[in-house]
């Protein structure tokens, strides 16, 4: 069973900047992706960013320029950095990996952490 365990999140004003870290217990071999998704009241759960196991990145076109997503594979870890934060950016930010399975994946995911940016 994969574990995803994050952390970081939590209340900012508009213009300020968050962290969002995840650890998980797959191993750098089996990802096929591994990012971060969220997901507002009444909406649905959306990309954010996401690393690829070949180093390339994919960001929502709403947080490119703000945001940037980095992975430390030695610890197992994706980061968010989240800046120029807006009010429209609050939402509970969920971890995702994809391991491989068979050609093609497995969604795992974390147990999600709240962001919430005030105007």
């Known amino acids: 069973q994969v574990q995803l365990v994050e952390s970081g999140g939590g209340l900012v004003q508009a213009g300020g900047s968050l962290r969002l870290s995840c650890a998980t217990s797959?191993?750098?071999?089996?990802?096929?992706?591994i990012g971060w998704y969220r997901q507002a009241p009444g909406n649905k759960r959306e990309l954010v960013a996401a690393?690829?196991?070949?180093?390339?990145?994919n960001y929502a076109d709403s947080v490119k320029g703000r945001f940037t997503i980095s992975r430390d594979n030695a610890k197992n870890t994706v980061n968010l950095q989240m800046n120029n934060l807006k009010p429209e950016d609050t939402a509970v930010y969920y971890c995702?990996?994809?391991?491989?399975?068979?050609?093609?994946?497995?969604?795992?995911w974390g147990q999600g952490t709240q962001v919430t940016v005030s105007s």
């Open positions: 995702n990996v994809k391991t491989k399975y068979g050609v093609g994946y497995v969604d795992h």
């Open positions: 797959a191993s750098t071999f089996s990802i096929n992706a």
């Open positions: 690393i690829s196991g070949g180093g390339s990145t």
